[in-house]
């Protein structure tokens, strides 16, 4: 490859900040995603298509031409499906990990072992404990707390083999029946991972369906643990309401001293948030305006919903933001963190610190984070940044490029707005749009970013799209980073993008509702654990139109997946019954048998599939085309319905 090629191919982003600061780089060779992207190139292609097995050490075990199976006689099929399965399990271990660490908190808050934090939601708390069977009334929050986390930690490590509490509760009674019919239903998280790993051992099941239900059941895991952490974390640290912030590589200050906090997990961010605001005046006598706070991937998204943190980037620019020369420290805490950022920050003066057990990388500074001393922690974490912002030296180089942000609508803020228009079925105001042809349907974008495509590419072109379209959007994760620092997260981006039906919905809910910012284009919905935000949103759809879930007009969008917690994501909602499109074809198209079944055969069973589309403007045509299909066989059934004087089918 030529060196005008890498230097043109190295800038795979269309975010003008980013592209600011990989274009003065490129004289500075310092290394990022983007240059170790091209040294992979050419990327096997048997890891690529899954059909690489190396589940024991005979291997590894490659299908080819000349060889149809492994060494223990494996086919293609049979890999593919294994490693799918592992993936998925990978991805429920990660969300409910994350899941059971704020669990473990909350119960320690309850046994006097966390003092610094508090139940900042007892209205949450009583609902959930009431939804998942505990009794509420004449019981104190203490009490409360105990009982509920101790039926969370059930949903974990059951052995008894009763079906998982929050799975019951937070479903259809069409999906609980499917998932008892095809035994998907998951009875803990832990079981169903650890018998996964077992049904997945060398000279373990070799049947493609039953280990592609496998990876099914994993995802049911994942939105169990993923569910237990939104729920939790509201309890916790209190429901996201509507807050105005900014996002991209311009929120950062030379005159302040500048902390990103990256990762996932709330329970560090909370308290690094509290800290900064408590040592303004030790930041004032270094030399600085104060502590600037800013959020990287789903622990910024955390802090942007709850308490209007800037973002400053998402996934594939987390080293970025260092390159600016003013980026003073960066705390992170679990999950999508690169190693690579430690070398970047060498040829700066910014301090990694790393804050987890199991997340440690070989010359950054460690802080032990735990609940009992949260705030002493983090008040170390942020005295650090401090000493490190008197070390600054050289150039200061900040691209001045960001845009507001309205976020913070989480489900109950969101049915607060709706609810002004129909105050006894909020939700209902969604479906009567759809039903009226005002709205085509809703769409949820979650997932990361991948350099086999690029940076945020698709992400904007497919909203953009479906805007025009009139679909109603809500985001989650680096998804909702991405529109953030494009602009897509206001009130401009609707006038600018949205078709008439979905301006005119957008307009009435505003009319409806005193509001001191426009409503935007996309509603931010939080980190990657609160797509159960949006899943209690076509539940409650599905219930209202009197249907089960594949028959909502409804479908998910992962423009540019990237870790295995998307693989199980994707796979609880296609589970659910949703059409679901991922922008970077995962390792399952070494079998055409398993490729078939997620993205054809899945329909049949679930209602729900898998559509791989690299191209955004197709993937969102394909999308469209799944609200189509569906608003057209709603109507007809519904015609059918009146003309017989019969109810609506339910199923699809």
Not at 102 to 118: R, S
Request: aromatic content about 6%.
């Amino acid at each position: 490859m030529s060196e005008a090629k890498k230097k043109k191919d190295v800038k795979r982003t269309v975010d003008p900040a980013c592209l600011e600061v990989l274009t003065k780089n490129e004289a500075g060779g310092i290394e990022t995603a983007f240059d170790r992207y091209l040294q992979q190139q050419p990327q096997c292609k048997f890891g690529d298509t899954g059909i690489c097995c190396r589940v024991c050490i005979q291997g590894p075990c490659r299908i080819t031409n000349k060889a149809s199976k492994g060494v223990c006689g494996s086919t293609a099929y049979t890999i593919v499906a294994r490693n799918l399965v592992r993936a998925a399990a990978g991805g429920a271990s990660a969300h409910s990990d994350h899941g059971r660490h704020i669990v473990l908190a909350l119960k320690h808050l309850a046994e006097g072992k966390a003092p610094d934090y508090k139940v900042s939601d007892p209205e949450k708390l009583r609902r959930v404990a009431a939804k998942v069977g505990i009794e509420v009334e004449g019981k104190d929050d203490i009490t409360l707390v105990k009982e509920l986390t101790d039926a969370a930690l059930e949903d974990f490590s059951r052995m008894t083999g009763e079906d998982s509490k929050w799975l019951t509760v937070n479903s259809t009674e069409g999906r609980r029946k499917k998932f008892k019919d095809c035994n998907i239903f998951p009875s803990s998280i832990n079981g169903t991972i650890v018998e996964s790993i077992s049904q997945t051992h060398m000279g373990m099941d070799a049947d493609p369906v039953s280990l592609i239900f496998s990876a099914l059941r994993n995802g049911l895991a994942d939105y169990v643990g993923m569910h237990i952490a939104t729920d939790l974390s509201d309890i916790l640290f209190g429901t996201p309401k509507p807050v105005v912030s900014e996002a991209n590589l311009g929120v950062i200050d030379a005159e302040c001293v500048n902390v990103a906090v990256h990762g996932h997990n709330p329970l560090l961010s909370e308290m690094i948030v509290r800290a900064a605001r408590e040592m303004k005046d030790e930041a004032v006598k270094a030399g600085a305006r104060e502590v600037k706070l800013m959020g990287i991937c789903c622990t910024g998204n955390e802090v942007l919903m709850r308490q209007g943190v800037p973002i400053v980037s998402n996934f594939i620019s987390q080293e970025l933001p260092m390159m600016t020369g003013a980026m003073d420290a960066m705390v992170v805490d679990v999950q999508c963190i690169m190693p690579g950022i430690q070398a970047v920050s060498e040829c700066f003066h910014t301090k990694i610190i790393t804050t987890s057990p199991i997340v440690k990388i070989p010359g950054a500074s460690h802080i032990d984070f735990t609940e009992e001393t949260a705030l002493e922690k983090a008040k170390e974490v942020i005295q650090l940044a401090i000493d490190s912002f008197k070390q600054r030296s050289g150039d200061i180089d900040i691209p001045q490029i960001k845009n507001k942000v309205v976020a913070g609508f989480s489900l109950e803020t969101l049915y607060e707005i709706l609810g002004k228009v129909n105050p006894d079925k909020p939700v209902k105001v969604i479906t009567d749009a759809i039903a009226a042809g005002e709205l085509k349907g809703v769409c949820l974008f979650a997932g990361c970013n991948n350099l086999k495509g690029v940076h945020d590419e698709n992400h904007l072109t497919i909203a953009r799209e479906l805007a025009k379209n009139d679909v109603l959007m809500v985001a989650t994760g680096c998804a909702a980073g991405g529109y953030g620092k494009a602009g897509l997260l206001n009130g401009d981006a609707v006038e600018k993008y949205a078709g008439e039906g979905l301006k005119a919905f957008i307009k009435k809910l505003e009319d409806a509702n005193d509001l001191a910012e426009k409503l935007p284009l996309i509603f931010h919905m939080g980190s990657c654990v609160d797509n159960t935000r949006a899943a209690d949103l076509y539940i409650d759809m599905a219930n209202e139109m009197g249907v089960d879930i594949p028959k909502v007009p409804f479908v998910a969008s992962a423009p540019e997946a990237m870790s295995e917690k998307a693989i199980s994501i994707g796979s609880w909602n296609v589970a659910m019954g949703l059409p679901v499109h991922v922008g970077v074809v995962p390792p399952v198209q070494g079998s055409t048998l398993v490729d078939g079944v997620a993205r054809l055969i899945a329909h049949d069973v679930y209602g729900g599939f898998f559509i791989w589309e690299t191209d955004g403007q197709k993937a969102a045509e394909k999308l469209l085309e799944c609200l189509d299909y569906r608003n057209w066989k709603n109507k007809v059934h519904k015609d059918t319905a009146e003309k017989f004087g019969t109810t609506v089918a339910a199923g699809w």
